[in-house]
């Protein structure tokens, strides 16, 4: 909402709460009762990149609702060429080729947003749907103490 005193100051009011998660993300211990980051929870980007990636997420959904194209989007977590663990966040090659594959094979989806993150035991992303919608079942992942 524009005001006079948010147009004089620059500052908009919105719900800019603290990111719960980035303590995580940072390599910090999970705490038992953080929720899972679902696909269907409220955007919020971090910078321009993530910005149009949910714009692309949407403009997915228009051509599957108006055109009846099947959309699935993968928000791909974290992908090296070395293909090791980083922190939470490793999606492993393998597990890339398995979801696509998954995303590729399924039959009568005509939209859906999965993570792809590989099983991390300290992951903060929830692959339930994409279990329950693709069959992916990630194959790789870090346990605990960083350990494969």
């Known amino acids: 909402m524009r005001t006079k005193a948010s147009i004089r100051t620059g500052r908009f009011?919105?719900?800019e709460q603290e990111d719960p998660y980035a303590s995580v993300l940072a390599g910090g211990e999970k705490p038992a009762d953080l929720p899972m980051i679902r696909?269907?929870?409220r955007f919020r980007p971090s910078g321009f990149y993530s910005a149009s990636q949910a714009f692309g997420e949407i403009l997915g959904r228009v051509y599957a609702?108006?055109?009846?194209l099947s959309v699935l989007c993968?928000?791909?977590v974290q992908v090296n060429r070395e293909n090791r663990p980083h922190?939470?966040?490793w999606f492993s090659h393998d597990d890339v080729a398995h979801l696509v594959?998954?995303?590729i094979e399924v039959k009568d989806l005509a939209f859906g947003v999965y993570y792809g993150v590989s099983d991390n035991s300290h992951a903060v992303w929830d692959l339930s749907n994409a279990?329950?919608?693709l069959g992916y079942h990630p194959q790789d992942?870090?346990?605990s103490e960083g350990k494969l």
């Open 13 to 15: 009011p919105c719900d």
């Open 39 to 41: 696909p269907d929870m």
């Open 65 to 68: 609702d108006h055109y009846g």
């Open 74 to 76: 993968i928000r791909i």
């Open 87 to 89: 922190g939470t966040r």
């Open 101 to 103: 594959r998954r995303c």
């Open 131 to 133: 279990t329950r919608d």
């Open 141 to 143: 992942g870090i346990h």
